[in-house]
């Protein structure tokens, strides 16, 4: 049974940090590339991040790069989501994504709920 479990998620003041993780299990996790994405309320899903399946190679949309760094652990089956000086418009439901590098098969995690918030 394939499950992404994202934790981490909560009520941080601007300029906080939070970290997310994203623990997956029932699949080789080593082979997919992983992904956040977010959801702000009454918006569309958005791209937030990936890593490469070895984690040699990051992405991120313009609005978090410097702020937001993505990792993984293979060993873990875990990636992460370290989230920097936060701003309110960052205040979005997150998940965490597998996209296989093979087959195109892609999983989503349940979300996590993160409000930035003074």
């Known amino acids: 049974q394939v499950q992404l479990v994202e934790s981490g998620g909560g009520l941080v003041q601007p300029g906080g940090s939070l970290k997310l993780s994203c623990a997956a299990s029932?699949?080789?996790?080593?082979?997919?590339?992983m992904r956040w994405y977010r959801q702000a309320p009454g918006k569309g899903r958005e791209w937030v991040a990936d890593v490469a399946s070895t984690g040699s190679s990051t992405m991120f949309v313009a609005s978090v790069k410097g702020r937001f760094t993505i990792s993984r652990d293979n060993a873990k089956n875990t990636v992460y989501l370290q989230m920097n000086s936060l701003k309110p418009e960052d205040t979005a439901v997150y998940y965490c994504?597998?996209?296989?590098?093979?087959?195109?098969?892609?999983?989503w995690g349940q979300g996590t709920q993160v409000t930035v918030s003074s």
């Open positions: 029932g699949f080789t996790f080593s082979r997919y590339v």
């Open positions: 994504n597998a996209a296989s590098t093979y087959s195109g098969t892609i999983y």
